[in-house]
């Protein structure tokens, strides 16, 4: 069974970091564009990055420039997102996606084939 499993959220300061992590199990990563997405309450899912299969990223959203990367080990079937200088304002429940193309777009954004069931990030004081 394909699975995504992200993990590493939690409660943290402003301006502090986390790293999250999306696992697959059933699959390997390496064939896939992977993205990062997140949804704040009462908001509609956005997305925040996107790594392709050769590692080429793509970031939507701008409020996250600078501060966040993605990566991705494909020998731990594996993709990270660390979360720099964290701000109130991104707190969200954050999910991770994959689509077995090699490439990032706002089309492989829209149409993504799995998903986790995502991890809470709260940034508070």
């Known amino acids: 069974q394909l699975q995504l499993v992200e993990s590493g959220g939690g409660l943290v300061q402003p301006g502090g970091s986390l790293r999250l992590s999306c696992a697959a199990s059933?699959?390997?990563?390496?064939?896939?564009?992977i993205g990062w997405f997140r949804q704040a309450p009462g908001k509609e899912r956005e997305g925040v990055s996107c790594i392709s299969s050769i590692s080429g990223i793509t970031n939507l959203a701008d409020s996250v420039k600078g501060r966040f990367t993605i990566s991705r080990d494909n020998a731990k079937n594996t993709v990270f997102l660390q979360m720099n200088s964290l701000k109130p304002e991104d707190t969200a429940v954050y999910y991770c996606?994959?689509?077995?193309?090699?490439?990032?777009?706002?089309?492989?954004?829209?149409?993504?084939?799995?998903w986790g069931k995502g991890t809470l990030v709260t940034v508070s004081s």
């Open positions: 996606a994959a689509k077995r193309v090699s490439y990032c777009s706002d089309y492989v954004f829209r149409n993504m084939d799995y």
């Open positions: 059933g699959f390997t990563l390496d064939s896939y564009a």
